[in-house]
């Protein structure tokens, strides 16, 4: 198995964990592993592989999260990821929203866990990274105890030695994909009876964190946590990760040294063509609670979409924090 650690992850998010927020994070927290935001094999094989999968070498370690239902597609996939330079390729089995059960996959494949097992030994098959599963408790009225082991124990019988697992079933009709974040209760239990379970391999737990000390509070059930929309919405809440999760013991930057340490990328990318506001839309809630952070995100807001907007409209919203 992998020697990546995944004692704490940054979840992969739709339209947030892009390439530009990944590199920011990283600013904060060397040693969490960043998950991208999902791409499916079909964009990959029809799209351009090429732009789908550029990452800085500064994100590592950074996995490729694929969506996908078909085996040979996803192998195809995987593969790309790989020659991309991911470290490990994560196959969505979790997302509710009707877009991807159109394409007829996300959670609705946690109803055919022989589909799964055949996409991940496929996966397997065509790389040697990790191929690693994100999925549910459950979902709609297939969420027992029973159904969730017979899952996991099917596709771990594939060659899959680690999942993580949401802590909600999903609800495939009726609920939003936000709505699926929050309506379906938490179960922990059920995850921690997975880990024991399955004690030779790797559970990640993930839904509902949103601090650090409750993510340090489920390691002893699982072996490792995976903070969602809290690490994007508060994201100097990572500044304690690497001392807490990884016996770090380097200084933690403040927040205006992890901006600073930003700014290179942030003027490489400028210099590519790529629009202010599409890096700095990611850095909003860096300064959350603190003096001066809504002027910091006013001024952030509203001039980083003007024409020509540089590097200089960062700094001038640093003046309102420093």
Same mark, same amino acid.
């Given at each position: 198995m992998s020697k990546l650690s995944h004692r704490f992850c940054v979840a992969p998010m739709m339209d947030w964990t892009d390439r530009?927020?990944?590199?920011?994070?990283?600013?904060?927290?060397?040693?969490?592993?960043?998950?991208?935001?999902?791409?499916?094999?079909?964009?990959?094989?029809?799209? /351009?592989?090429?732009?789908? +999968? %550029?990452?800085? *070498?500064?994100?590592?370690?950074? @996995?490729?999260?694929?969506?996908?239902?078909?085996?040979?597609?996803?192998?195809?996939?995987?593969?790309?990821?790989e020659s991309a330079g991911y470290d490990e390729i994560n196959l969505n089995v979790g997302c509710p929203s009707d877009r991807v059960q159109s394409g007829a996959f996300g959670a609705c494949l946690m109803a055919d866990p022989a589909l799964v097992a055949r996409c991940v030994a496929s996966m397997i098959s065509a790389t040697s990274i990790p191929i690693t599963v994100?999925?549910?408790?459950?979902?709609?009225?297939? /969420?027992?105890?029973?159904? +969730? %082991?017979?899952? *996991?124990?099917?596709?771990?019988? @594939?060659?899959?030695?680690?999942?993580?697992?949401?802590?909600?079933?999903?609800?495939?009709?009726?609920?939003?994909p936000k709505e699926n974040r929050e309506i379906p209760p938490l179960n922990y239990p059920r995850v921690f009876s997975i880990k024991q379970a399955f004690p030779e391999l790797q559970i990640i737990i993930n839904g509902g964190i949103t601090s650090i000390d409750d993510a340090v509070s489920l390691l002893g059930d699982t072996d490792g946590v995976m903070l969602g929309r809290e690490?994007?919405?508060?994201?100097?809440?990572l500044a304690d990760v690497d001392s807490r999760f990884f016996d770090e013991p380097n200084k933690v930057q403040s927040r205006i040294e992890c901006l600073q340490g930003y700014l290179?990328?942030?003027?490489?990318?400028?210099?590519?063509?790529?629009?202010?506001?599409?890096?700095?839309?990611?850095?909003?809630?860096?300064?959350?609670?603190?003096?001066?952070?809504?002027?910091?995100?006013?001024?952030?807001?509203?001039?980083?979409?003007?024409?020509?907007?540089?590097?200089?409209?960062?700094?001038?919203?640093?003046?309102?924090?420093?």
């Open positions: 530009h927020d990944r590199v920011f994070l990283r600013q904060i927290s060397k040693h969490a592993l960043l998950y991208t935001e999902m791409v499916t094999a079909a964009a990959l094989k029809h799209g /351009d592989a090429d732009y789908l +999968l %550029q990452h800085s *070498v500064d994100e590592h370690p950074v @996995a490729l999260q694929l969506g996908g239902s078909n085996p040979d597609e996803l192998a195809d996939a995987a593969k790309l990821g994100k999925c549910r408790i459950g979902i709609d009225d297939r /969420d027992s105890q029973a159904e +969730l %082991q017979d899952f *996991v124990g099917v596709v771990k019988d @594939a060659g899959c030695e680690l999942f993580i697992i949401h802590a909600r079933k999903a609800i495939l009709s009726g609920l939003s690490a994007y919405k508060n994201p100097y809440v290179p990328y942030v003027e490489r990318e400028l210099t590519k063509g790529t629009p202010l506001q599409h890096i700095t839309r990611h850095i909003l809630g860096l300064f959350k609670g603190q003096k001066g952070g809504k002027q910091f995100r006013r001024h952030l807001s509203e001039n980083s979409r003007l024409p020509n907007a540089d590097v200089n409209v960062l700094h001038e919203a640093m003046a309102y924090v420093n």
